[in-house]
């Protein structure tokens, strides 16, 4: 399990059923030893205040699971975080079961129960957790997910290779909702292999519905003196061969994350990002360089100001008000220009 789930979890059930005093939890949770993360179920405090809000998540869900008497099943966003599978953002909802007997949906607080059907090669069992299977979660996923969370489980799977763009035709083909099935058959044909974050896929997203030309990702950059690096975006200008704007999408990872500093300080990252962007605006290809960040993507028309700012070129077909030919930017052009192309494996 990508999440994997602490065996520390500790249920006053299995206390009570072994003879021990459950109100030792309550002092050792007074004591600060232990927190409490759902109604009977404990975790060693300091081994929750390591955890990030998709493993908090996570543990409560198998707490719930661990509970009940009935075989929920994580499901969903829940499931997506056992399998590792990423999302925009953190957490928000209830965690996501669906119960395989006879049960109605229901939601109950923090939980939300779904009734449905499950095969045998539905369910698999990760670290004594019953979570729907990789094939299964990614379906109820791109049923479920807007459009742009939708690219990012499609850029991912793609890009690590676990499931492939026919696999994810085929199960979105087998739903019978037309518009969910609309809408994830427009985010499998719009993912790229290359996509290398959440943060990038909801660019391409946003830079598509403003209009602008279709970008290739991770291009390989040079100059005189050689390799110059890997940028996210490089938008080409249809009427000048070779010629666009390149765009760069600034994960707190590629500053902070210890794998991408390779043993240097934040300071050293920064003013070698600095050369290399100076390197990149030199190049008689580049038609303008543009940086975004989390903080960027979350203002409404921000990310199409700064490409813009750039010289980004919109498609031909794509006028002043962001509508092509066959209807709104976004679904009707997709199809006809699908993304394609190889990841570049072992980047940001």
Partial sequence: MDAAVTPNL????????SGQDDRALARACRAGSLTRIAPGAYVPSLEWSTFDPRQQHLHRAVAVQRKRQRDLVLSHETAAIAWGLPAWGWPRGPADFIDPGDGAPRSEGTVRIRAASLVQEDVVDLDGVLVTSMHRTALDLLMTRGREQAVVLVDDVLHRGRLDRAEL???VAS??????RRRAAWAVAFGDDRAESPGESISRVSA???GFVAPVLQKACRDADGLIGYVDFFFPDPARPGRGSLGEFDGDVKYLGGAHRTG???EEVVHDEKLREDRLRAMPTTAGLARWTRRDLVRPGRLAQLLRAAGTVRRPWVTRKGRSAGGPAGRSSLSRHPPTGTRRPGQR
């Fill in 10 to 17: 500790v249920l006053s059930a299995q206390l009570t059923a």
């Fill in 169 to 171: 035709a085929d199960l």
């Fill in 175 to 180: 739903r019978p909702n037309a518009r969910a």
């Fill in 208 to 210: 598509h519905d403003s």
């Fill in 264 to 266: 240097r300080t934040p």
